[in-house]
T-cell receptor
Framework: DAGVTQSPTHLIKTRGQQVTLRCSPK?????VSWYQQALGQGPQFIFQ???????QRGNFPDRFSGHQFPNYSSELNVNALLLGDSALYLC??????????????FGNGTRLTVT | LAKTTQPISMDSYEGQEVNITCSHN???????ITWYQQFPSQGPRFIIQ???TKVTNEVASLFIPADRKSSTLSLPRVSLSDTAVYYC????????????FGKGTMLLVSP
């Protein structure tokens, strides 16, 4: 039973560039959430996708966008990268209809470094 | 979303029981309490979840008093591999809900 997988594991980009991060949810899960974790901080919620639509969004600018595909996989896109976007980006999946018994399952993240 | 407060760090020795307490004074009726564990450069891993009283699984116990304004994660007989950051989260598990992470508690287990 595959867990949450994310790619790539590490990425180095230059200020102003754009980046796309990818996530495959745990088998059987239909909801994907993205989190940003800066060094020494807890994960901060970016947004959540269910049924291919963004359902909730945290306090992140429009430079952060996403997409969910029919197979429930998801992408996180960040435009016009800033140095402050350097962080570990975590994807988490869950099952909406079994919410009380379906805690978030996290991948190991993509480490993004912006220079 | 209910805000949580937990100690920044704790120290323990192998074989001891560790109790980490989390305060969540404004917890809502529909909120559950969930604890996650995170190792460096890894995603958080679910430990335990509860609504009231006591919940126990193979790795931990969760104690929740009747007023639900706090909770205690109990780790029996910790080992060096339990050194990690532990997050207490409170949230409503509706279909589209999310969880808010604080800074967590850094647990250091020494030999």
């Amino acid at each position: 039973d595959a867990g949450v997988t994310q790619s790539p594991t590490h990425l180095i980009k230059t200020r102003g560039q754009q980046v796309t991060l990818r996530c495959s949810p745990k088998s059987g899960h239909d909801t994907v959430s993205w989190y940003q974790q800066a060094l020494g901080q807890g994960p901060q919620f970016i947004f959540q996708y269910y049924e291919e639509e963004e359902r909730q969004r945290g306090n992140f600018p429009d430079r952060f966008s996403g997409h969910q595909f029919p197979n429930y996989s998801s992408e996180l896109n960040v435009n016009a990268l800033l140095l402050g976007d350097s962080a570990l980006y975590l994807c988490a999946s869950s099952l909406a209809r079994d919410r009380y018994n379906s805690p978030l399952h996290f991948g190991n993240g993509t480490r993004l470094t912006v220079t | 979303l209910a805000k949580t407060t937990q100690p920044i760090s704790m120290d323990s020795y192998e074989g001891q029981e560790v109790n980490i307490t989390c305060s969540h004074n404004n917890i809502a009726t529909n909120d559950y309490i969930t604890w996650y564990q995170q190792f460096p450069s890894q995603g958080p891993r679910f430990i335990i979840q509860g609504y009231k009283t006591k919940v126990t699984n193979e790795v931990a116990s969760l104690f929740i008093p009747a007023d639900r304004k706090s909770s205690t994660l109990s780790l029996p007989r910790v080992s060096l591999s339990d050194t990690a950051v532990y997050y207490c989260l409170v949230g409503d598990y509706s279909g589209y809900s999310t969880l808010t992470f604080g800074k967590g508690t850094m647990l250091l287990v020494s030999p």
